[in-house]
Structures are given as structure tokens and as C-alpha cells.
């Protein structure tokens, strides 16, 4: 329902909203959250707060949006790559709070899920601009971005759960290390066909 808007004034208060918001999340769980307890800590009405937002799942929506540096990895060299997905985890960290709330047990349900599947449907847009031809390796391409989709979200949530223990430009690192050499051979361990 929010709008971009270049108005100041409304630019203050979408970010007293957010920031109430995010405040009551690391005191109780999503689903005790209320539009009258969001606006009296941000200090508007209800009426403010629905001029913007059709409902809390709506503002939690509009924060989830703000995925947004996703995009930035539909850049086709390393550097660039690197940089989406730093952003990506800068992005979390920003919204630490929120982040951590929502894949907890209390948060929205499915939150987790259709994390994944924005990441899963950014993967299969970008693999074209990196040279993969869909569908023509030995397991299902859907499969694979999935399993990359999953790992990515799961590896975030570890990096916030663990109050992010080093900095988002490590963290981009290790993700982009652990994709390029999998797992196993990150660990240490070798396959039986690996010489």
C-alpha cells in the first residue's frame, strides 16, 4: 500500500513504523504484534499507520520487499558478484531484527519458505547471464536452485542468529566460496571418485 515518496515528512514516518516495528519484534513474536502497539510506540495514530499499510503482514511484506539487492547479482563478472551479494547480507543485517524474528517459530508462517523461493527464482533468472544453459546437466536445475536457495537463506539465518559474528563482506565470501566448492570439498573431505 506504501508508496515511494520523496516528501520528507512521509519519509519520517514510514521510517517510525518500520522502526517501532522492528523494536516490538525483539520484545514478543509476530503474532502478538499489533497495529495499535506499532503506532503508539512510533508515536502516530491508527489512521496514520493505515494510510500507509493495509496491516502488520502488509509492513512485513513491504520490509521483505526490500530484498531488493538481490538484483544486484544479475551482475555478469566476480567483483560484481561479490558486491550482490554483500549487499544481500548488508540488507540482512540492517534488518537484523526483523529477519531473525520471522524465521523463528513465532514469525509468519511460510516466511522461511517464500524466502527461499524469491532466492530460488532469482537464481533461475540470473543463470542465463552466467553462461548455465537450463536443464542440460545431470539433476534437475530446479533441484539445484533450490538446494542453493535453501542453503543461501540457511546461511544467512545462521550468520544473524549468531549476532553475525563476522562482517558482511566475510560473509559474502564464505557463501560465494562454499557455492563455487561445495561443502564437502570446503570441509576438507574428499568424494570417492576425487584423486
Known sequence: MSQK???PRIERTLQQIRGAFLALLETQ????????????????????????????Y????????GIDPIALLQQEDEADLFAGVKALFDHAAEYAVFYRAMMQPGGIPGFRARMEEMVAAQLTALLPSFGFVVDQTAMPT????????????SFVQWWLE???PFSAETAASYLIQLH???????LGLKHAGDT
Open 5 to 7: 515518496s520523496t516528501d
Open 162 to 164: 549468531n549476532d553475525m
Open 180 to 186: 563455487a566448492d561445495g561443502a564437502w570439498r570446503t
Open 29 to 56: 513474536s509476530f503474532d502478538r504484534i499489533t497495529v495499535s502497539a506499532v503506532s503508539v510506540r512510533a508515536g502516530i495514530n491508527r489512521a496514520t499507520f493505515y494510510r500507509h499499510y493495509t496491516d502488520i
Open 142 to 153: 530446479s533441484l539445484v536452485v533450490r538446494y542453493v536457495a535453501a542453503a543461501q537463506v
Open 58 to 65: 502488509d509492513l512485513a511484506q513491504q520490509i521483505t520487499d
